[in-house]
């Protein structure tokens, strides 16, 4: 098998990782953090969501964190946005990338934005035309592609339908989420077989929960079938408040560990990433669940066997 050189690391920790943690991590540890991952190498981190701050009061202080952080040239600084509202905030804010997000089951995309699929088109079409207009560039995810906490499997012709409506109205990039992590190889195979006949591989990534351990395993069927932009992480933080049983995202550290390990360059400074995952760790009070990080933090300590 051919690797690539390259892959394209996006790190949603300081969104996707911390609104599911119940405590609320100060605005002033999280600028801290996002500063530290912006100085790690990595070129992309999303770094707060612009949803109505009272079904995520985590992430109540988006607009302080996001004019607070010192931006690096080259970095793209990325938030999450429901409507036009929250883009006026994210706006205001100046986030270079607006992520809009959905659903591929309708059970999921009713308890998440309280929409059907078919009522949440025409929000999603405003809210990237007005992104556009703005000169800003948008991006799209894909919840529950691989399965749903309320319907199980997913129907594939939606994930079709919704991938398709949401590169017509204009995003740059689509990412198909693995929201409650059941996605197993075989299936990732199966469904970028269908997609990658539609959309050109440079423009999907991939988002993987690491629920049941599978996560890295997707990555590399991903890799092989042309994927090379991948969301994770760091210290595996995240979940899904609208999916029950969600655990973390697939930790940033164990995948630059894989990747480096590979010989497939990423940009991203291994010790700066242990630094900032540390960091974190202790704002949370609890033990990050990243492999890599607790074996590196073991031998720091000298703790091997």
Known sequence: MKWPENVTIKEVGPRDGLQNEKAFISTEDKITWINQLSESGLKHIEITSFVNPKWIPVLSDAIAVATGITKVPG?????LVPNLQGLERALKANID???VFMSASETHN???INKT???TFPVLTDLVRE???????SR???SAVFGCPHEGVVDIDTVIRVSETL???GIEELSLGDTIGVANPKQVQEVLEVLLKRFPAAKIAMHF???RGTALANILVSLEMGITIFDSSLGGLGGCPYAPGASGNVATDDLLYMFNGMGIHTGADQKKLLHASQFIQEKIGRPLPSRSFQAASSQKLGNTV
């Open 110 to 112: 009713l308890k998440n």
């Open 131 to 137: 992104t556009i207009s703005a000169g800003k560039v």
């Open 117 to 119: 699929i078919g009522e």
């Open 167 to 169: 590169f017509e109205m």
């Open 209 to 211: 929960h690491d629920t």
């Open 140 to 142: 799209g995810y894909i």
């Open 75 to 79: 970095v793209t600084y990325t938030a």
């Open 97 to 99: 990338e607006v992520a």
